[in-house]
């Protein structure tokens, strides 16, 4: 099985050489579709030499990617491979008709023009976060011309030693921005896997990497000495509206920069629920929610 792009966010340039070798030694190659947002209408997986696709919905077409679901979209093969696959239509039995309403709408609304330039796009925003975190958080792989495909996955793996930071630290902080943090530490772990795909604007983009170069700016600050190293805004985030509005504050950080860490902070400010919570320990210590089996 090959992704492509890849999870690490490249286009593997000796792709097709990769198919041709794995067909010249009997294997057959199937293309995980999970990654088709960035070559619609720029390439076809059967051109490159794959035997299979599974053509992913959630996130190219528009249905919603993550939380366990819904997983649908059609299985592609080869001529050779096409008396192996089952006689259905994914109305029944095995799929959920009523998700496909939603991607046929994506595609007839924006046509084929529409589809190439949607993938274009989600390739130009992954860059351009690339390009413009560079400065404060390097981009861990990208292709022989420097340029990413659809994703970018930024290392932060120098922080856990320099100051004590993990990526669960800036995931956590991000929440105090306004943000749900992308993929941590995946593929590679102590990094964060930034995919904007084609939906966000430019503003929106400018608004996440500004937010990435504030927390960029607090963990200096905890490198130098400046903050301290365990009990800062990074180790204590998320902060919720009733630890800021506490009438006791013993932290050695202004209230103003756990909450207003931005300027579009003030003007519309979203209060994490919770603070902390110990994830291991519920990683580790299951229990039952089951009902009683009266």
């Known amino acids: 099985m090959v992704t492509y792009p890849s999870t690490h966010g ?101 046509g084929g023009e529409g589809l190439t330039n949607a993938a274009k796009m989600a390739i130009l925003n992954a860059n351009y976060v690339a390009k413009r975190l560079a400065p404060y958080v390097p981009t861990l792989y990208k292709g022989t011309r420097g340029l990413v495909a659809h994703e970018c996955i930024l290392d932060l793996r120098e922080w856990k030693t320099r100051a004590g930071v993990e990526p669960e630290n800036v995931a956590k902080r991000l929440m105090d921005f306004g943000f749900h943090a992308p993929t941590m530490s995946w593929p590679v772990a102590g990094t964060l896997m930034v995919e904007p795909t084609e939906s966000e604007s430019k503003a929106e983009l400018d608004r996440f990497c500004d937010a990435m170069i504030a927390i960029h700016g607090e963990m200096e600050a905890i490198a130098s000495g400046k903050l301290d190293r365990a009990n800062n805004p990074l180790k204590n985030a998320p902060h919720t509206a009733q630890v800021c509005c506490a009438d006791k504050w013993d932290r050695p950080y202004p209230r103003e920069q756990a909450a207003f860490p931005s300027a579009w902070t003030r003007e519309h400010k979203f209060w994490p629920a919770v603070g902390r919570v110990d994830n291991v320990y519920g990683d580790r210590n299951l229990f039952c929610t089951c009902g009683p089996v009266a």
């Open 10 to 110: 490249v286009f593997e340039e000796r792709i097709v050489e990769i198919c041709r070798l794995v067909h010249e030694h009997g294997g057959q190659v199937y293309m995980d579709g999970a990654n088709m947002n960035a070559q619609v209408g720029l390439c076809r997986p059967g051109n490159i030499g794959t035997d299979v696709c599974h053509l992913n919905l959630h996130k190219t077409f528009a249905i919603p990617h993550g939380g366990g679901g819904p997983g649908m979209g059609p299985i592609c093969v080869a001529k050779h491979l096409a008396g192996f696959i089952p006689q259905h239509v994914s109305a029944a039995p095995f799929g959920s008709a009523s998700v496909l309403t939603i991607s046929w709408m994506y595609i007839a609304l924006l």
